[in-house]
């Protein structure tokens, strides 16, 4: 295998770990993805989320203590951390998933906590949206519920391209439940049609 072929199979498992770790360290803070730039005087980590506070941590000791880390652990040179907070959180299906999954903890009825999230996703101006459920819902049996509103398409580009897509697990006393949200965002279809009004003309 070549150098360059070992050295960037290397470097996307060392960002896969990175992310895990990332995700695990600040999921309660409604954590949704990590971007990774190399500059001139380091690396630049930015972290994306829900709630930043919860990242930063009180006076930035979380940063610190996460910036060792990456520089000790991921061989990150010196690391340069920046949070941001998402937004648009209701369009967001991370951060949604998260919302239902909190929810369940808290002891709300799994279709309560759905029809509550497609409330505030279809008030942010969704086009559509779709929340399944899964797990030991109303019995010791697994089964899987889908919640649905407006128009998702499931394939093609805009489905690719238009639909934000996001799964959580979340451990319940009954075992492991899984949450999907998938929201299509509120943009035009490459198929829509405009009509416009006739223009009246005037003869001189």
Known sequence: ????????????????????????????????????????????????AGVPGMVIGRRGANIKALADVLEKEFGLENPQVDVVEVPNQDLNAKIMAYRIARALVRGVRFRRAAMIALNRIMAAGARGAEVVISGKLTSQRHRTERFTRG????????????????????????????????????SKMPDTIELKAPQTVTST
């Open 151 to 186: 128009y998702l398409p499931k394939s093609g580009e805009p489905g690719e391209e238009l639909v934000d897509e996001a799964i959580v697990h979340v451990l319940l006393k009954l075992g492991m439940y899984g949450v999907k949200v998938r929201i299509m965002r509120p």
């Open 1 to 48: 295998m070549p150098t360059i072929t070992r050295e960037t199979i290397s470097q996307g498992i060392r960002y896969m770990m990175l992310h895990e770790y990332i995700q695990r360290q600040f999921v309660r803070a409604s954590y949704v993805h990590t971007q990774v730039f190399k500059t001139p005087i380091g690396t630049k980590v930015i972290i994306y």
